[in-house]
């Protein structure tokens, strides 16, 4: 017989810093793809530094905007299952 398993609050740090970490990859992924289409056209010799800077940026842009989105939305989802209950599954 399955068990009935409701989330009920979520640690909104511990929210914040999982979807930091996942979005800087996002964020490292998007750079790499920037600094190899920036470099392909050529633009008076800004594509190799604005490549490379894209690779270091990103993924910081990225995560910075992640962890905001996770506090966020870790809150958000804090006060709704308060009110309505939380997201239950069955193990």
Not at 62 to 91: C, D, H, M, P, T
Request: glycine letters at 10%; charged letters at 10%.
């Amino acid at each position: 017989m399955a068990k009935e398993i409701e989330i009920k609050k979520l640690d909104i740090l511990s929210v914040a810093k999982i979807y930091a970490i996942i979005a800087a990859i996002i964020g490292f992924v998007i750079g790499i793809i920037t600094a190899v289409i920036i470099s392909a056209v050529p633009m008076a010799g800004m594509a190799v530094g604005f490549g490379i800077l894209s690779i270091i940026i990103m993924p910081i842009i990225y995560g910075i905007i992640g962890f905001l989105a996770g506090l966020i939305f870790s809150w958000l989802y804090n006060v709704i299952a308060e009110r309505i209950g939380g997201i239950k599954f069955q193990s």
